[in-house]
């Protein structure tokens, strides 16, 4: 459970000139490192930010052991310029959680801004709200707020061992549990017997929630269950899995690193089965 508050309160002060926080610097997604690699943001104080190329003005992250943090986005070509390193977020959420649910948020919201600079209705020109995460259609006063897609994840159980797969396109071989885009009017429980069945062949049932978590490639929200198998041999959609299998509990394959919810879904039954 991550800690920092997401509290609207701030959202004027990025309007204002003078921002006091710490700013994490985001060019194409991935994360600018000023100084160390294990200091990923930037001090406002230490750092002149109008050398840099911003794109738009700064977002309102959130704020942690009352410091604010905010996200700035940078033109293309401007970590080169200045000789710095970047950093994609997959690294950065297997060595601190804390800024990857932070980061992850952050790019969210410029993905967001990007991406609704004209009103979808109307054609018009659009502004950020001062008062909400929105974006504000100045002609028709319609509002666009941050886009987040729900998705399922099923750890099929049957007895001491679940079901895992690999899926073509993907450059790891690691085995996870699997994972769908929740259709418009469909319950996250139908979604799982839906996505399982499509994938594997196999029918589910008996669900137990297992937790949530943001992910922000590019939006999705990961809402994970236990699924116990119910009938079926394993058949798989060749189009997206290129291999799909039952594994005991006690041997698992490769699987996907602890700070990812699909290697908490599978580990923490995995440790429950085996202690
Ligand atoms: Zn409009």
């Excluded at 800690?3 to 710490?22: F, M, P, R, V, W």
């Excluded at 993905?111 to 100045?138: I, Q, Y």
């Excluded at 429980?189 to 949530?212: C, M, P």
Aim: charged share 25%; aromatic share 12%.
């Amino acid at each position: 459970m991550h800690n920092y508050k997401i509290s609207l309160d701030y959202i004027q002060a990025t309007e204002q000139q003078h921002l006091e926080g710490s700013f994490y610097f985001f060019e194409d997604g991935n994360l600018v490192i000023f100084g160390s690699s294990d200091d990923y943001f930037s001090k406002v104080d230490a750092l002149d930010i109008t050398k840099l190329d911003q794109v738009g003005s700064p977002l309102y992250i959130g704020s942690y052991s009352e410091n604010l943090y905010f996200a700035q986005e940078l033109k293309p070509g401007t970590a080169e310029r200045l000789g710095l390193e970047t950093i994609h977020l997959r690294a950065i959420g297997a060595e601190d959680e804390l800024s990857f649910a932070m980061m992850g948020r952050a790019v969210q919201l410029i993905n967001w801004r990007h991406n609704h600079r004209f009103c979808g209705k109307c054609g018009g020109d659009t502004k950020p709200s001062l008062t909400v995460h929105a974006m504000r259609c100045e002609q028709c006063d319609s509002s666009f707020y941050p886009k987040i897609m729900p998705c399922v994840m099923a750890l099929v159980v049957r007895g001491d061992e679940c079901l895992l797969a690999t899926h073509h396109g993907r450059a790891s071989s690691r085995y996870t549990a699997l994972a769908g885009f929740i259709e418009a009017g469909e319950s996250a429980e139908h979604a799982i017997y839906r996505e399982v069945l499509e994938e594997v062949g196999v029918k589910t049932g008996n669900l137990l929630y297992f937790s949530s978590q943001a992910w922000p490639f590019p939006g999705q929200l990961m809402l994970a269950f236990y699924a116990e198998y119910l009938e079926g041999e394993i058949k798989p959609d060749e189009e997206e899995i290129s291999d799909a299998r039952w594994f005991k509990l006690s041997d698992l394959p490769e699987i996907p690193p602890s700070y990812t919810i699909s290697g908490k879904l599978i580990r923490t039954l995995a440790e429950a089965k085996i202690s």
